[in-house]
């Protein structure tokens, strides 16, 4: 044993967890740090735990209590500290399990930073499909305290280890849920400091487990569990932030995400009203973590939550039940529109991968680039839908642009599972590029596929996309870009518009009524001159090019530099249009679209006017439309 390693003593509460035990125990057994104590309290349970723990007390580092009588979660883990005799504490659920490194990795953390308590991220694994999720333990860009307490799992006591003197400061409340909550915050808050730890805790979601329990009035322990909370950090010099962040993670996520759930109209009723006047003291509508969220949403479920959020705290109860009746109808019905489902698991994304090298090779060869930035949460979706396609991808190149969420990580992940299937790299940039066009440049020139298919990592496709966007191409080689209509889609990948051409058709032609092959140049003096008729590059299929000039030149545009880039394509060969919608663009509020300013815009659109007109000869005709949509747009955007 290392006498240079502080002991660590890991308490494992069992109660009803003999499927998971083994699986939990043996990679505690088999932690690559050497003074390592595990504290094992059996709540008489009712499966064979008891039994199967039998055959653990031959270790010397494990301590097995038995409680008398089933006393719960909170009691077993207040014995298993009163029992231990390590300098550090760590707390393990026993349907749960570590990597083998985990303490190790933790102990290290707090030697290197001198800090008092470490903690890491959570991969989620969900039991039926073995999906992997990951949840990182603080939000926003940097490890600190704020960002540490201002995310779904500041109150979680397994994804740490403790300072024994500070961990034991506070005894978990038995008899209510949520008991993590009045320890572990206190704990995070009053340590001298806090440390980063890169490792995983694996949290197993179970249908069985208390979190994935129905609702029960005993969730509302959680306010006792918030104000004992507030009450404990109430002289940290950052108060009124911690308290704000607490308030929104941990109440009023209820009325975002459970309470809307429970089933049967009447008992929804009865807790809309119970959280109305338990909440009432937390202003919640004033809390700006929660407007936060709403600017993250799509506007028509901004719009809901705005609704349901007034309705509730001003005690009209009967609107907010049905209000959410009326969403889950709309939800369902707009949830026909998805094309992939928003669940996706790594399984099936290594399964479409499999079915994509099960695939001939065709004609033309394809190499699909993924532009990507802090779009970790469509990553599996995206690929999904890549892989997916029944047309052989020659190969997949995944571009990230110094993301700053857990996106490198999914990536590595990905790839490490679908490599010997599909010829697939990844391409990280050191600093942030500050350009998409600057990325698809990297794409042109990394791929080695007749045609490039930039497909954007928040949007996603039909099945069928890149076979409709070639067979055009199989009749006329003269064509550069072959591309689809496309449908947008909000955060959730409900279908908001389910076509584009409405959009791009401002004058009335028709054109777009059918799928066409025509001259570039023609497209552009009879249709693109006026504006942007490829609504999203997701959507085209580009011959493989140096294109270095004109990506240049649309770089030092901001909201109108892919028409740009698309206009100047067309002069070099055909276009090809397929009607069918095989395209969903994601609207999302972090997208040039979504956070467009109107005036650059419209500066933008005159300058590729004044483009047009010089390059393609443009005459009075043409001046006159364009005359009339910069007034149109003047009215539209109120611009004097």
């Excluded at 494990?62 to 979660?73: D, P, R, W």
């Excluded at 749960?96 to 930073?113: A, G, P, R």
């Excluded at 993590?180 to 490792?199: C, F, G, Q, R």
Aim: net charge positive; charged share 25%; with cysteine.
């Amino acid at each position: 044993m290392n006498k240079n390693n502080p002991k660590i003593s890991v308490i494992v509460p069992v109660y009803n967890t003999a499927k998971y035990l083994d699986k939990c125990l043996d990679t505690l057994l088999n932690q690559t740090y050497s003074n390592l104590e595990i504290i094992i309290v059996e709540d008489c349970s009712k499966d064979n735990s008891k039994e199967l723990l039998k055959s653990y007390e031959k270790y010397e580092n494990i301590k097995i209590i038995y409680n008398e009588k089933n006393s719960g979660l909170s009691y077993s883990r207040n014995m298993g500290v009163r029992n231990a005799t390590g300098e550090y504490i760590g707390f393990i659920d026993s349907d749960d399990y570590v990597e083998l490194n985990y303490y190790e990795t933790l102990m290290n953390s707090i030697k290197e930073n001198n800090s008092e308590i470490a903690i890491c991220d959570i991969k989620i694994v969900y039991e039926k499909t073995l999906m992997e999720q990951l949840s990182k333990c603080y939000t926003g860009n940097e490890f600190n305290l704020i960002n540490v307490i201002n995310n779904g799992l500041a109150a979680s006591a397994c994804n740490k280890l403790f300072k024994k003197s500070i961990i034991s400061k506070y005894t978990f409340e038995v008899g209510r849920v949520n008991e993590d909550l009045a320890v572990v915050i206190p704990s995070v808050v009053e340590a001298k400091k806090i440390s980063y730890a890169k490792t995983y805790y694996y949290y197993v979601q179970r249908g069985g487990s208390i979190q994935n329990s129905e609702f029960s009035d005993k969730r509302f322990d959680i306010i006792h569990g918030v104000d004992l909370t507030l009450e404990r950090i109430k002289n940290h010099k950052e108060y009124n932030e911690l308290a704000a962040a607490i308030i929104y993670n941990q109440i009023i996520v209820l009325l975002i995400y459970l309470i809307p759930n429970i089933k049967g109209r009447k008992r929804r009723k009865e807790v809309l009203k119970k959280f109305d006047l338990l909440s009432r003291k937390y202003e919640i509508r004033k809390n700006h973590y929660f407007w936060n969220f709403l600017e993250q949403t799509g506007t028509k479920h901004r719009l809901y939550y705005k609704m349901l959020f007034k309705l509730n705290c001003t005690g009209h109860y009967s609107l907010a039940n049905n209000l959410i009746s009326m969403y889950h109808f709309l939800s369902l019905f707009l949830k026909k529109g998805k094309v992939i489902p928003e669940d996706i698991t790594l399984e099936k994304v290594i399964a479409a991968a499999k079915y994509q090298q099960s695939l001939n090779d065709e004609k033309y060869k394809v190499s699909v680039v993924i532009p990507n930035y802090n779009y970790a949460r469509f990553l599996y979706q995206r690929i999904y839908s890549i892989l997916s396609q029944n047309y052989k991808i020659y190969e997949l190149i995944i571009l990230d642009d110094c993301s700053k969420d857990n996106s490198k990580e999914v990536i590595d992940d990905i790839i490490s599972h679908i490599k010997e299937y599909v010829n697939v790299k990844k391409i990280y940039n050191e600093k942030n590029s500050g350009s998409a066009f600057k990325q698809w440049q990297k794409g042109f020139k990394e791929a080695t596929g007749d045609y490039v298919w930039i497909a954007e990592a928040d949007d996603y496709c039909d099945p069928s996309l890149l076979k409709n966007l070639v067979k055009p191409i199989l009749k006329n080689e003269s064509i550069v870009i072959s591309y689809s209509d496309t449908a947008f889609v909000d955060i959730f990948g409900n279908v908001t518009v389910k076509s584009i051409k409405p959009e791009i058709d401002i004058s009335k032609t028709k054109h777009w009524n059918k799928s066409y092959i025509n001259d570039g140049l023609n497209e552009i003096k009879n249709y693109s001159y006026l504006n942007c008729t490829i609504a999203n590059v997701s959507s085209a299929l580009i011959k493989n090019g140096n294109y270095n000039k004109y990506l240049t030149e649309s770089g030092n545009y901001k909201q109108a530099g892919d028409w740009l880039f698309y206009i100047n394509l067309m002069t070099l060969g055909s276009i090809a249009y397929t009607n069918k919608v095989l395209n969903y663009y994601r609207l999302h509020g972090d997208n040039v679209s979504s956070t467009m300013n109107y005036q650059k815009h419209l500066d933008e659109i005159k300058n590729i006017y004044a483009y047009s007109t010089k390059k393609f000869n443009l005459d009075s005709n043409h001046k006159k439309k364009m005359d009339e949509r910069i007034a149109f747009l003047k009215k539209a955007w109120k611009i004097k």
